[in-house]
């Protein structure tokens, strides 16, 4: 059975919802869209106060060539133009709109119908990417990279394969599952548009065998697009991380930042995502939507959600029992990579991949002991780091010695802290090391 090679942690899986077929949320009361829902510069609004959407309109435009653009998922009325929280815990521009009925754009084709790529020769590779781009989709794994420029190769570079993420290593979440058992056509069909979006004709799709339902499914799909391979993968985090699927899947490493996927020949997508690409290229819809796992020990239906973006998060986890009692932590992702939310009226946006509520217990953090010097962080990492060493420096505020350690490669899997006998925060410190010597290098370039 294929996995990467360096590192790398097998915590609880607790995958509670992974039985729960997905179902619509119900449309909210009213819809918040933060135009911060990607890498790169925000949208821009282009709508006011007092302006009627629908379903489908425009609300933000690319502020950039790294950007993307904001859909309405609801129809009804713009009430505000202002700041809102978001899952970062920041407060960012964002279009407030009071939802009224639910009356969709035209042009958006909503039927169930499967629309195959082979039977559109007009859809070539720029076409395909021009849709993609129009429809604002990003990266649906977490890290909300506009996929346009991911298909726009730079110079010198050539794709030579597209790789799919479809593992879901994280604890808990179930979305990307789910969505392989309910919507196998319409992700191979995605694919196939990604394929042929970077000129190459080998595809593969990376599931963990934890998941042996959604790998048989694949594969038997996968048998009328032979240029397509269903690659069953060892459970181990962080798999879904891209340097460690790529290293899984084809057994190339990509080198050190800057270094991208593309300069071992690989395109990395997420199955939410290439979901998504299909229902922009094939259907006409704009990311309006996605699937979200609210989960939890004490939640009363662990569930699989397709919700509108712009939903507040409260009205997702009411649909799903309400908040437990013991609710002691709320993350916005999984329990290893996520963030713990201070509100539960942030909205949800293209990246909110789950909702995981955590139980007292759960919540509590160990108290923080004296390193013991095992190095059980250094054979974890499947970066090849020093994260003790690097925790330390950071702390420190010695950030010369955290660049020419190489912080900058850290993926912030968090493997390091979960594997620590100790229980040293060692995550929260390589993360603060980690954007310093970044916004370091960043204005070292600017002079």
């Given at each position: ?53 629908k379903v489908g309109t425009l609300l933000g435009e690319a502020g950039g060539f790294v950007s993307a653009p904001v859909y309405s998922s609801v129809s009804g009325k713009v009430s505000k133009v202002d700041v809102a929280l978001d899952s970062s ?217 397709m919700a509108r973006l712009g939903t507040p998060f409260q009205q997702l986890i009411d649909e799903c029992g309400g908040l437990p009692e013991d609710t002691g932590k709320i993350i916005g992702g999984g329990p290893m990579m996520g963030k713990a ?107």
């Open positions: 059975m294929k996995t990467f090679k360096i590192g790398g942690v097998h915590p609880a899986e607790n995958k509670l919802s992974a039985g729960s077929p997905i179902r619509e949320a119900a449309l909210p009361k009213q819809a918040v869209f933060s135009m911060f829902q990607h890498i790169g510069a925000p949208a821009k609004p282009v709508v006011k106060k007092g302006d009627l959407v815990n920041s407060r960012r521009m964002a279009v407030y709109v009071d939802v009224e009925g639910d009356e969709w754009e035209e042009g958006i084709d909503r039927s169930a119908t499967l629309e195959k790529l082979s039977a559109h020769p007009e859809l070539d590779a720029k076409t395909i990417v021009e849709k993609i781009k129009t429809a604002g989709i990003v990266g649906m794994g977490g890290a909300t990279f506009p996929c346009h420029v991911k298909l726009c190769p730079p110079p010198g570079c050539k794709a030579e394969c597209v790789i799919i993420n479809a593992v879901e290593c994280e604890p808990y979440l179930t979305a990307d599952h789910r969505l392989m058992l309910e919507h196998a056509d319409e992700i191979l069909e995605g694919v196939e548009c990604i394929m042929k979006a970077v000129d190459v004709t080998k595809g593969y799709i990376g599931i963990e065998n934890n998941k042996p339902d959604a790998i048989a499914l694949m594969t038997e799909k996968a048998a009328s697009h032979p240029n397509i391979e269903i690659v069953p993968l060892k459970v181990k985090y962080p798999q879904g991380g891209e340097k460690q699927l790529i290293d899984a899947v084809i057994a190339r490493q990509v080198p050190a930042p800057p270094a991208i996927p593309i300069a071992v020949g690989a395109v990395v997508q997420n199955v939410g995502t290439a979901f998504a690409i299909y229902q922009a290229v094939m259907k006409n819809k704009p990311l309006i939507d996605r699937v979200i796992t609210v989960t939890g020990k004490s939640v009363k239906n662990p569930s699989n959600l939310l201070i509100s539960l009226e942030v909205p949800m946006t293209k990246g909110s991949s789950g909702l995981l509520i955590m139980n007292d217990k759960e919540a509590r953090r160990s108290t923080p002991e004296p390193c013991i010097r095992c190095a059980k962080c250094v054979s974890v990492c499947p970066m090849g780091l020093e994260p003790y060493l690097l925790a330390t420096v950071s702390s420190q505020q010695d950030w010369e010695t955290a660049e020419n350690e190489d912080v900058v490669s850290c993926i912030e899997c968090g493997s390091c802290q979960f594997t620590c006998p100790s229980h040293r925060h060692s995550l929260d410190n390589i993360r603060l090391g980690k954007s310093t010597v970044m916004g370091i290098i960043r204005s070292r370039a600017q002079k």
